[in-house]
């Protein structure tokens, strides 16, 4: 497992009124109404860890409720999380000294009933590395709670069930040269503030990453310790942790897998390299089977998120595999490629609900370079659209991405505003009786801007691999 990257983010939240958008999400939706999020004071707001698509899980900032979790810099330029409800921006406390080293605290997850978690410095820096540890937190009507390690003094929140069990890892006191911290991390639950470590695949170290709500837990874990050709590093595998026992899901036939979301039903989708290292592809593991997803073009398929009706959402490379391209495969493993927004080489799938609406983001996506969002998308009723023809005319913000979309159909993204700054955003379906709105003619507050992030190839693939492929 690669060492543990602690970032000063955070996730907000948002609550809007939902009553008529389960009709809504049904129907092709043409016009939104768009809330910018803002900030803390500082000059961005968005979401923890925007875009982990290539190895390592990146939680839904939004609920069914339409509360948003994110990060936000004040004026000081810490980091802070915060809770974005019906049109108001809320701060959420950082444990004591969260500041001292320039920390603050990280929002990572939050559940229907508006329990958030995440992360929070509190002032001590660790002897190992000299960085400052970070602990998992809870937030509830706005207070936070600092939950219990396994001895490491160091813990980490992930997620949080709508039965409110907290998925995420806690460091114990055993020395470990491979982890963040130098000792041992676990995969860990956290249920009404009770600790349970549960284990590894037979290495030193693992991680929980998030749990349906019969309380399946998904994760990557060692399989070995010390590291092993042909990556010269522990080798990990994706897990799933059901009724008291840890399973190894396996690979493609490669030496790496990790799991990248989990439904209802306990279907994981699992990245993998196969059988020669050289290619990312991907599965879906389903009560101990296993369906590759088809290739609808190149070698590379990254599944990175499905729905309860077993829809997978993510990206194929393109037949050079230069380009990644969003798709949507269905659970017998057949896909088809969604598009790009026009005038764009790349695309990926990001958030897809139980309607099969899908949403992402549209620009320049390579498969082993940073990747270049300019235009937030959604796929419904067979065609993609740029989400920024959606919105009013003259609107605050060009939507560059989207990360998220609930049953209701309430979108979740990144934008930029017109002095280059970041700001998170919400988008409503809109009633057709509301007035100005533009399609297809709306002009962007930031034309030209893009949101740029690394490639999802580069999160995956080990050093020697990313090197060895350009």
């Known amino acids: 497992m690669r ?19 389960s009709l809504l999400a049904q129907q092709r939706v ?3 109404t768009l809330y910018d999020v803002g900030t803390l004071g500082g000059n961005f707001g968005g979401f923890f860890e925007t875009d982990l698509t290539g190895g390592e899980f990146t939680p839904s900032p939004l609920n069914s409720r339409g509360q948003l979790a994110g990060v936000a810099l004040d004026a000081s330029n810490f980091a802070g999380s915060y809770l974005w409800s019906q049109g108001t921006l809320t701060q959420l406390p950082s444990l004591l000294h969260a500041n001292n080293f320039g920390g603050g605290s990280n929002a990572t997850g939050i559940n229907d009933a508006g329990l958030v978690v995440g992360i929070s410095n509190f002032g001590v820096l660790s002897p190992f590395n000299h960085q400052p540890y970070v602990v998992a937190v809870t937030w509830t009507n706005g207070s936070v709670k600092h939950l219990p390690d396994l001895g490491g003094h160091g813990s980490f929140a992930n997620s949080v069930n709508n039965n409110g069990l907290v998925a995420g890892f806690a460091y114990n006191s055993t020395p470990d040269r491979y982890s963040y911290f130098g000792t041992q991390l676990h995969a860990a639950t956290w249920q009404n503030g009770t600790l349970q470590d549960l284990g590894t695949l037979g290495g030193t170290d693992s991680e929980a990453w998030a749990s349906n709500s019969n309380g399946e837990v998904i994760g990557i874990s060692f399989l070995n310790t010390p590291p092993l050709p042909p990556f010269y590093q522990p080798q990990d595998n994706a897990f799933l942790w059901s009724n008291g026992t840890m399973h190894d899901l396996g690979t493609l036939g490669g030496s790496f897998s990790t799991p990248t979301a989990i439904n209802s039903s306990g279907q994981v989708t699992v990245l993998s390299f196969d059988a020669n290292n050289q290619y990312l592809r991907s599965f ?13 073009a190149g070698n590379n398929v990254q599944a990175l998120t499905l729905n309860d009706a077993g829809s ?12 990644y391209l969003a798709a949507l495969w269905q659970p017998s493993g057949s896909g088809r490629l969604l598009g790009t927004v026009a005038g764009d080489s790349g695309s990926l799938a990001l958030g897809i609900n139980s309607h099969g609406v899908v949403v992402g983001g549209s620009g320049t996506i390579p498969t082993t370079a940073a990747s270049s969002y300019a235009h937030a998308f959604v796929w419904q009723g067979g065609a993609i659209q740029d989400l920024n023809t959606l919105v009013p005319a003259g609107s605050s913000l060009t939507l560059n991405v989207a990360y998220a979309i609930n049953e209701s ?4 993204g990144l934008g930029t505003t017109s002095t280059g700054d970041t700001h998170a955003f919400v988008l409503l379906p809109a009633s057709t009786s509301d007035q100005g709105f533009a399609n297809a003619s709306s002009t962007p507050v930031a034309p030209g801007s893009s949101i740029k992030m690394s490639s999802p190839m580069q999160r995956f693939f080990p050093r020697q691999l990313t090197r060895s492929a350009r």
């Open 3 to 21: 060492s543990i990257r602690i970032t000063a983010l955070a996730i907000v939240f948002a609550t809007l009124l939902t009553a008529p958008l």
């Open 30 to 32: 043409t016009r939104y």
């Open 284 to 296: 879906v593991w389903s009560a101990g089977n296993k369906t590759t997803l088809n290739s609808v």
């Open 312 to 323: 997978i959402a993510g990206a194929n490379s393109d037949a050079g595999d230069v380009n």
């Open 409 to 412: 159909g309430v979108i979740a």
